[in-house]
């Protein structure tokens, strides 16, 4: 109900009280529109349309092969787009080059597989780019990152490999280096399906902190308790189309389509 809620993180898949402070509707972040994109006969995002405002949290739902990892990438201009426009706090996406670069600092990425730099330290993985990228000092960013894997519950594993942390750990690590680029939005991409079901909800709590400290976020995920505690709004894919854009008391007690109506049926069924 309020910020108080915050250091006391119940389990994310238990409690489905909605905690977090409403979003500013009246303030878009990111604005999707007419976006379509084919894959040679395969229509993968078929006229997307939406708007995500700043501070809110969006969680893309949807069976495999509906197009969401596709528009996360497309957000992060991974992929192009054929048709349509994307733009973040007023800018469309860029082509290429140094706008391009600011882009992808601007909009941070985390993905199932942690995509951590084996060979470097976590605190190194979290102050390479903001040292590279944004010029930050060394000491700075040393700083800068201590804080955030502070935040994220791992600031005593700084100085490992990410081979010697968990699968959880690892994730909290990706999330901080995406933090220390300071992004305006992140976006995950199933950040805790690859790990044991022991390290779900460490992930999913620091994720709920995130959205409370108001971090505007876009996550596809299959953890409905994670949509229905976190989620300002459920975005509903199948066939590259959102079929149901929702919030998370409509989609979860009423969903509207067939298609949906099947997916939570197989998704609850189990
Ligand atoms: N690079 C690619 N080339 C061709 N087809 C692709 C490519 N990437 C994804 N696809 C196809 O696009 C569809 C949507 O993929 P994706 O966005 O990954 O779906 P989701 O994340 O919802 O499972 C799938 O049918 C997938 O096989
Ligand atoms: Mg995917």
New binding site residues.
Partial sequence: MNASALGTPASPTGDTTAIRVQHDETDPLVVISEVNKH??D?H?LNNINTTVGRGEVVVVL????????????AINRL?TIDSGTITIDGTPLPEEGKQLARLRADVGMVFQSFNLFAHKTILENVTLGPIKVSGMTKKDAEEHAMALLERVGIANQAKKLPSQLSGGQQQRAAIARSLAMRPKLILL??PTSALDPEMINEVLDTMIGLANDGMTMVA?THEMGFARRAADRILF?AD?QIVEEATPEQFFTDPKTSRAQDFLSKIIGH
């Fill in positions: 894959y040679g395969l993968v949807g069976p495999s092969g509906s197009g969401k990892s596709t528009l996360c990438r992929e991409d199933e596809v894919m590259g």
